[in-house]
């Protein structure tokens, strides 16, 4: 019986671990469309935290990005399993130089 509940523990802990990985690639590739629809430049990806809203357990995503190439911006982009929920993004402002 010992036997038996730690191999189901095992299988549990695999299928939550490979869970994970497949939402990362999801976000990933997400994310990079997203940027290129918007024109911005994709940075970097970062699994933040996850959080319980509206009765959902929600993966939250922070994620570095340029819009002009010289300044850096971070967004956010809530999962809810494959699903994306929310992204936002701050107001960007345009640098004017003379």
């Known amino acids: ?14 299928a939550g ?24 430049q994709l940075l970097s990806i970062y699994r933040y935290r996850f959080c ?8 939250h995503f922070r994620f570095e990005f340029s819009h002009d190439g010289v300044q850096h911006n971070e967004g956010d982009l809530w999962l809810a399993g494959l699903q994306v ?6 107001v960007l402002r345009e640098n004017h130089e003379r």
Do not use: T
Request: charged share 20%; aromatic share 14%.
């Open 1 to 14: 019986m010992a036997e038996l509940l730690g191999l189901l523990a095992l299988f549990v802990l695999g």
């Open 17 to 40: 671990v490979w869970q994970l990985r497949r939402q990362s690639e999801f976000a990933s590739r997400w994310l990079a469309h997203y940027c290129r629809r918007q024109q911005f």
């Open 52 to 59: 319980w809203r509206k009765g959902r357990l929600l993966a």
């Open 85 to 90: 929920v929310e992204v936002s993004v701050p």
